[in-house]
């Protein structure tokens, strides 16, 4: 059963227009949510994070809003750049547990 | 902050052979850190979850004979995958706990032959 679900598998979007990834979960025990961006034969990177006591991140570029009623987060990057493509990446964690949940990652491409 | 190395970043070895991963946090110190593997085009794969000065916790159908985890130090844990098999190969990531975040290394790449 998958806890943590990115039902897109890739996203375009032009340079500088919005890119907006999504992530559903399905553990109301989760109390705390990150976004990791990946490239290809590298490491993740922590993007950024969000506590299930807000519903809205911002750092930079980077948007996070949680929907906790829905069960549901999103990325949002504007404006977006070539630099931004990579496969991103959704976990949550908590439910009384050090480790992280995975989504199945969102391919984006940001097209010149 | 918060960087995390990983020794090497790419592996060939024989079949039969064992090979240790290394996993150091540089600039914090772990109490807890993970080992995952990523098969192409899938995502990340927890295998174990390793406590500084004690065993670790394995996940389901992951053999903690075949991949040996050590976590000696409250920078270093490492993972030994012995008598490695062709399906062995994998991309092997480690990532250490800094307060709620995880923080990942660069990944090894190991090749069995």
């Known amino acids: 059963d998958q806890q943590v679900k990115q039902n897109s598998p890739s996203l375009s979007v032009q340079e500088g227009r919005i890119s907006i990834l999504n992530c559903d979960y399905t553990n109301s025990m989760f109390d705390y949510f990150l976004w990791y961006k990946k490239y290809p034969a590298e490491g993740p990177t922590f993007l950024i994070s969000?506590?299930?006591?807000?519903d809205k991140n911002e750092d930079g570029r980077f948007t996070v809003f949680l929907n906790k009623s829905a069960k549901h987060l999103s990325l949002h990057i504007v404006p977006s750049q070539p630099g931004d493509s990579a496969v991103y990446f959704c976990?949550?964690?908590?439910?009384?547990?050090?480790?992280?949940?995975f989504g199945k990652g969102t391919k984006l491409s940001v097209i010149p | 902050g918060a960087v995390v190395s990983q020794h090497p970043s790419r592996v060939i070895c024989k079949s039969g052979t064992s090979v240790k991963i290394e996993c150091r946090s540089l600039d914090f110190q772990a109490t807890t850190m993970f080992w995952y593997r990523q098969f192409p085009k899938q995502s990340l794969m927890l295998m174990a979850t390793s406590n500084e000065g004690s065993k670790a916790t394995y996940e389901q159908g992951v053999e903690k004979d075949k991949f040996l985890i050590n976590h000696a130090s409250l920078t270093l844990s490492t993972l030994t995958v012995t008598s490695a098999h062709p399906e062995d190969s994998s991309f092997y990531i480690c990532s250490a706990r800094w307060t709620d975040t995880q923080y990942f290394g660069p990944g090894t790449r190991l090749t069995v032959l």
């Open positions: 976990a949550a964690g908590g439910a009384g547990s050090y480790q992280l949940t």
């Open positions: 969000i506590s299930s006591i807000k």
